[in-house]
Each structure stands twice: as C-alpha cells, then as structure tokens.
C-alpha cells in the first residue's frame, strides 16, 4: 500500500488549496479513504472521510462547510478541497487508510496559513 499526498503549501487566511492523495496497492474503491492533520502541538485528527463509492462523507466540525472530500476511483485518487482557510488549519495533512487490519499513511503535506 502507497499514500502520496500533494497540494500543500502557504495561504493566505480565505484563502484555497486543494489536496490530493495517490493510492496504489489495494483496490482503492473498496475502502473508505480519510485525511486526517497534525497542527504544531496537538494530536492527530480525522479532517474528513469518504467511502468507497463516494456516496457518504463525514467531516470534523471544526471543517465543515469550508471542506469537501471527494474521490476518483477510476484514478484512485481522493482529494480535499479546502476554503476559506484559518491560521488554525495550519497543520500537516494526511492521507489514510485502513487495509486488511493494517494502518497506512501517507507521509503528509504541509499547509500553512499565515498572512
């Protein structure tokens, strides 16, 4: 199992920026996919999930209405739109999923948002 996030970066507060995840190794449309973030001293914590077929999401609340996670499973890519982005959004992003048991990361994105 391969997760390789992209699309962090430095944003500006209300500003956007778009994550992407790319899996390989397992069949990606069988499983739920979530981002996960780890802000400067503070504790990993589920962003947003989605299943399989895209049909359900759930998010953090501290997200909600600002981001959307959504998947491509023909290209077994999930991705996570983010806007009106807070200081408080500044953490690394992670792309995760359970496979067979076993826990799989990604090595994570930065994004910073900062004026």
């Known amino acids: 199992v391969q997760l390789v996030e992209s699309g962090g970066g430095l944003v500006q507060p209300g500003g956007s920026l778009r994550l992407s995840c790319a899996a390989s190794g397992f069949t990606f449309s069988n499983y739920v996919m979530s981002w996960y973030r780890q802000g400067p001293g503070k504790e990993r914590e589920l962003v947003a999930a989605?299943?399989?077929?895209?049909?359900?999401?759930n998010y953090a609340d501290s997200v909600k209405g600002r981001f959307t996670i959504s998947r491509d499973n023909a290209k077994n890519m999930v991705y996570l739109q983010m806007n009106s982005l807070k200081p408080e959004d500044t953490a690394v992003y992670y792309c995760f999923v359970q496979w067979r048991l076993g826990n799989y990361w990604g090595e994570g994105t930065q994004v910073t948002v900062s004026s």
């Open positions: 989605i299943t399989g077929a895209g049909g359900s999401t």
